[in-house]
Each structure stands twice: as C-alpha cells, then as structure tokens.
C-alpha cells in the first residue's frame, strides 16, 4: 500500500540550534511567524561555551564592537527567554582583570576615562583579598558583565521547540532541498525560507560553504577547587569563572590548526599551566570539553542572502562572542527578509568576494 507524507508549510526552515538559530526562533516567534529547525548535534560551540559576555576586550582594553546596542537587544531577549521557558540562565557576574604590573594598571586607569569605556570600566583599584590568589597589583572592575549557561539554554529551548512539534532532530541533507522562486522544499515540507545556522557545520553546506569562515578550536576545563570560594570572575592569562558548588570554568586554548571536537592533553596542560601562575590552591579537573568557535578573519559576524537564490540565507561567523552578538544579528537578518532593510555592509557576506 502507498502511504502519502502530509505537506508541513511554515515560514522559515532553520538548520542549527546553536546561539544564532534560537535568537533568530525568538525573532520569528515574536513576529509570529512558522518555522521548523534541523539539529544533529555535530557542532557543540555554542553548548561547549563558558558563556561570559563583556563588552570589553580585556586584552587591550578597547570596546567591544557595538557593545552597547548588542546588550540592548541580547539581555533582554534572554530574560525573556528565561521567564518564557521558566529556567535561569542569565547570571549577573562581577568580572574583574587582574593586574600583571603597574604598567597595566596605568593602562587601564587611561582607558577608564575614554568616553566609549567609562561606563564598563570601574576606576576603583580592587584589592586582592584572597589567600589563594596571587594578584599583587589587584583588579581593574568590569561593569556589565555577565555568565549566559549556554547548556541550560540549548537542553532546555530544544525541549521547548519538541513540545511544539518544531524541532527535527537529525541531519540536514543538503541534496534533497529543492529550490523554487519562492519557496523551497524539505521533504515533506514546504518553506518560505530557509536559514543555514550551522556554526564550523557550513563547511559542508554546497550553498554558503565558501563564506571565509576560519574556525578556531577552543578547549574549557570545569576544576572543583573548594578553597576558592570566590563569587566573582577573573580574566588574567586565563578566565577563571564560578558556576556554583565549588566549580569554576577555566578557559579557554586558541587552536587555529585542529578542527576536531576532542579535547587534548597539550590543551589541558596550557590551561592548568596558566591557572597555576595565579590561583595557588589544591583543585582537581572534572570535566574537560573542546569545539570550533565560527571565528572570521575580520573578527565580524557572516550575515546575509545566497547571490542566486533570493530565499537561503546565512547566519554565522559569530566567532569568540556568540552570546552578545547571536540576537543583534538575528535582528538585522529578520530585517532583511522581511522587510528589505539593507545589512550593514559590515556583516554582510557581501564584503567578501566569491
Ligand atoms: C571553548 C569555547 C569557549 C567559548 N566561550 C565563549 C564565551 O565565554 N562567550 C561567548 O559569547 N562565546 C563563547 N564561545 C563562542 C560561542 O560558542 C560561539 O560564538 C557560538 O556558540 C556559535 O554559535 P552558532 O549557533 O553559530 O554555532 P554552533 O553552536 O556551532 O551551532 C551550530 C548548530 O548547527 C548544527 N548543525 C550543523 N550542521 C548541521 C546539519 N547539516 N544538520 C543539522 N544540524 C546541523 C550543529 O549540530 C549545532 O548545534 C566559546 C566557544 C568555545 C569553543
């Protein structure tokens, strides 16, 4: 006997739930529009993540590019999320950049009085106050800053997506897409559009594989280090944040050859390494966790519309600072489609050649 599939018709297709596909399902949900999205959990960056937002580089201590309308529309859009879902994700933390001399000091103290950081950068000089920190010449305070956790996030917006039948969890087979006019099909369902949100998964998507995403593996340890007993986080040659229970993320490695999601020894190491040269009491490793950040050479997120068909789009690139900036180019995507509002040729795929 022949059985029929039933057509499915929503606006949008999406493939990803990583940070940019759920700030873009939040778009479409507000503006209420239909969509169905394809995840197979091949890329982890978003749930390998530490989850820190900051509007600062806290490496040359210099804004974070359009720091301020990224927050405006990303806290927002988690909290709502957060009462929505009914979870807690969005952890206000006090952030603190540890001092290496009295150079850095100065440095930052100057920095401090520039007006696009006046408002990030506290001009207190913190105190260490902690035996089992090494920090002689202190903190510099960094004001707005917060832990998004990202797994919670992810479990929990995916749950939500299969309880209102959204959520296709497999692979997306890029050769059984059909492309019309104005329309594609998947299957046995039809969409307006369709949106790649594959994090480093483009590379094997024949529409967008070319956009010149890098990829950036990244490692993140999780130590219970029950002396501690900080409430705050430190950046110095690594980040060290609480998360509760006596545990702390340390993170993260920068690899630019390794593609792999395997966590290594050398990774371990430098980050143990690192942690060492401040932080001098006992801890022990309890997870350890490795991904590919969608990082690109001009350190802006690829953004944009395929140069044939009028209805695949592309939502990526969002490189070591997913959290705040996964909804501020959602945003900007959701304008073009539905309303032609032109991308900033910044973020536009349009800037590169291909
Ligand atoms: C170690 C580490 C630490 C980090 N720390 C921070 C931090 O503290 N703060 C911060 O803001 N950012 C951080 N980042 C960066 C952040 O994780 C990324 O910017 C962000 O997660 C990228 O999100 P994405 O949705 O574009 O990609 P991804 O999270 O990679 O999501 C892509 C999704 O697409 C799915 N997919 C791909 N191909 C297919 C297919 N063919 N079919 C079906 N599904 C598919 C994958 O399974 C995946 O779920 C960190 C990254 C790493 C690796």
């Known amino acids: 006997m022949l059985t029929f599939a039933t057509m499915k018709e929503v606006d949008y297709i999406i493939v990803g739930c990583g940070l940019a596909s759920i700030a873009l399902c939040e778009q479409l949900r507000s503006n209420e529009k239909t969509f169905v999205v394809f995840d197979d959990n091949s890329q982890r960056s978003s749930i390998v993540a530490a989850g820190l937002y900051n509007p ?68 207190n000089l913190v105190k260490n106050t902690s035996i089992c920190i090494d920090a002689p010449y202190g903190y510099g305070e960094v004001l707005h800053a917060g832990r998004l956790d990202t797994t919670t996030l992810i479990t929990a917006y995916k749950d939500f997506l299969k309880l209102n039948n959204s959520l296709e969890e497999k692979q997306f087979n890029y050769t059984k897409l059909q492309i019309e006019k104005t329309s594609i099909q998947y299957e046995n369902i039809k969409a307006r559009h369709i949106v790649f949100a594959e994090g480093f998964g483009v590379k094997s998507n024949p529409y967008f594989y070319h956009i010149p995403l890098n990829g950036t593996k990244g490692e993140v340890l999780t130590i219970k280090a029950s002396d501690l007993q900080i409430d705050f986080g430190i950046k110095s040659s690594v980040f060290i944040i609480p998360i509760g229970n006596a545990m702390y993320y340390v993170g993260a490695t920068y690899n ?27 801890f022990e490793v309890v997870n350890h966790r490795a991904s590919i950040r969608p990082t690109v050479k001009d350190r802006r997120p690829l953004v944009g519309r ?24 959602a945003d900007k995507l959701f304008k073009l489609i ?17």
């Open 56 to 123: 600062v580089i806290l490496k040359r201590f210099s804004e974070v590019w359009k720091a301020k309308e990224q927050l405006k529309i990303a806290l927002p859009l988690y909290n709502k999320i957060e009462s929505d879902l009914n979870i807690k994700i969005d952890y206000k933390l006090q952030l603190l950049r540890r001092f290496a001399s009295v150079e850095e000091q100065n440095l930052w103290f100057n920095a401090a009085e520039k007006p696009k950081l006046e408002n990030y950068l506290s001009t």
């Open 256 to 282: 630019w050859k390794d593609k792999t999601h395997l966590p290594t020894e050398e990774g371990r190491i430098e980050l143990i390494t690192k942690l060492k040269t401040f932080i001098k009491c006992d």
């Open 306 to 329: 395929h140069h044939e068909h009028q209805n695949l789009y592309v939502l990526n690139g969002l490189g070591t600072r997913g959290v705040m900036i996964a909804p501020y180019v």
């Open 338 to 354: 539905e309303r032609e509002q032109p991308l900033d040729p910044e973020i536009d795929i349009k800037r590169f050649k291909y």
